[in-house]
């Protein structure tokens, strides 16, 4: 069963930068091929898309709106993947959801969310 942790949320100011982690379990990073997928939700929007990878082969994705400033990475040997926010903006103020997807499927399993509140 996959179970996803996300951590490392918190008030940022404007123009900060925020790590955040995704914990893995129920599948293997090294041998088995997942899409990995960042979304943060905003209150009373739809969870949107901002930024994915290949925990083996495979491309980097990223919304237009962070690319430049955010980052997605991965971590086989602790079976984890990272977004690391940079130039923060109020707008990206959101839970972050990490998700995780086998390539062949499209059923997709979610982790529970980390607050990012950007503010002053």
């Known amino acids: 069963q996959v179970q996803l942790v996300e951590s490392g949320g918190g008030l940022v100011q404007p123009g900060g930068s925020r790590r955040l982690s995704c914990a893995a379990s129920g599948f293997n990073f090294s041998t088995e091929n997942y899409i990995m997928t960042w979304y943060p939700q905003a209150p009373g929007t739809a969870r949107e898309f901002v930024a994915s990878l290949a925990t083996r082969v495979g491309p980097t994705n990223y919304a237009d709106s962070v690319n430049g400033r955010f980052t997605i990475s991965r971590n086989n040997a602790k079976n984890s993947v990272y977004l690391q926010m940079r130039s923060l903006r109020p707008e990206d103020t959101a839970v972050y959801y990490c998700?995780?997807?086998?390539?062949?499927?499209?059923?997709?399993?979610w982790g529970q969310g980390t607050q990012v509140t950007v503010s002053s």
């Open positions: 998700a995780a997807r086998w390539r062949f499927s499209p059923r997709e399993d």
